[in-house]
């Protein structure tokens, strides 16, 4: 549902415990996204999510920090990891953080997959004011709600600015 002209990214996935309920849809997202990329592509992928202790957690797919091309066997293994971290939900929901994260990296874009409001600061219109400063234009930010976002218009309202004020585009994904 999105076009873009980039050719290199950073998929970040939220692994939070409601992401539980729309397993299939962030699986097939994720599918669809990777699914079309060949080795004109490079791509890193990036499960996030708070524990109790407030502690963030990200698990990557490329532990060297870089972004892989995607040859077909890349895609066969970004597919299997994306699978891996979909049978891991739990704990909370710290955008800001990944987000900080994904603009470390040499990429053109990063696509957020959420179905919840950021937990790791209190205003989302924060998080969208101090990543827009922190990206600085460098980067599209494209953003992805799953599951009945429909009825969370402040998830939709911070994802639609979020990717507004950096270059991206919004898409809502549901049943």
């Known amino acids: 549902g999105i076009v873009t002209e980039c050719k290199s990214f950073v998929i970040l996935l939220d692994m939070s415990g ?3 309920e729309y397993e ?12 079309q990329m060949n080795d004109q592509y490079h791509c890193q992928i990036i499960g ?41 939900f739990g704990g909370s929901t ?9 603009l470390n990296y040499n990429a053109e874009a990063i696509f957020i997959m959420t179905d919840g ?5 209190a205003d989302w219109r924060s998080i969208v004011h101090q990543i827009t400063r922190l990206n600085n234009g460098s980067k ?19 994802l639609e600015e979020l990717a507004k004020k950096n270059k991206g585009k919004f898409l809502g994904v549901s049943d």
């Open 48 to 88: 996030y999510q708070g524990d109790q202790a407030h502690q963030v957690i990200t698990t990557q797919w490329q532990q060297d920090g870089k972004l892989a091309s995607m040859s077909p066997s890349n895609v066969t293994s970004a597919l299997a990891f994306g699978d891996s971290l979909i049978g891991n």
């Open 18 to 20: 409601s992401m539980n």
């Open 140 to 158: 599209k930010i494209y953003s992805v709600a799953i599951g009945n976002y429909r009825a969370k218009p402040e998830l939709v309202e911070f």
């Open 117 to 121: 409001e950021p937990t790791d600061m």
């Open 24 to 35: 299939h849809l962030a699986r097939k997202t994720l599918s669809e996204l990777v699914g």
């Open 94 to 102: 710290p955008t800001f953080h990944a987000l900080k994260t994904a």
